[in-house]
Nanobody, 111 residues
């Protein structure tokens, strides 16, 4: 059974940083593309970033240059380093693998 559990969210001031983690199990982590998505209050899901098994990465324009996606295949863990956070980054963040989406972690950016 595929399990994905995001953690590391919280309340941070504009300009601050957070690092999200996603612990994965139930599949061969290193072989799959891993993706972060988010959902702001009252809005649909938004793709944030993907990290391919090749090591290549892609980012939404809204986070490019501020967010960094990475993975530790030995720990079956995906990360999202978020810097220079803005109020519009406020959302529930989820990690996904194919059609699987785990529990999210809330990020709130507010002064």
């Amino acid at each position: 059974e595929v399990q994905l559990q995001a953690s590391g969210g919280g309340l941070v001031q504009p300009g601050g940083s957070l690092r999200l983690s996603c612990s994965a199990s139930g599949f061969t982590f290193s072989r799959y593309t891993m993706t972060w998505i988010r959902q702001a209050p009252g809005k649909g899901f938004e793709w944030v970033s993907s990290l391919y098994s090749s090591g290549s990465t892609k980012y939404a324009e809204s986070v490019k240059g501020r967010f960094t996606i990475s993975r530790d295949n030995a720990k079956n863990t995906l990360y999202l380093q978020m810097d220079s956070l803005k109020p519009e980054d406020t959302a529930m963040y989820y990690c996904t693998m194919a059609q699987h989406r785990g529990q999210g972690t809330q990020v709130t950016v507010s002064s």
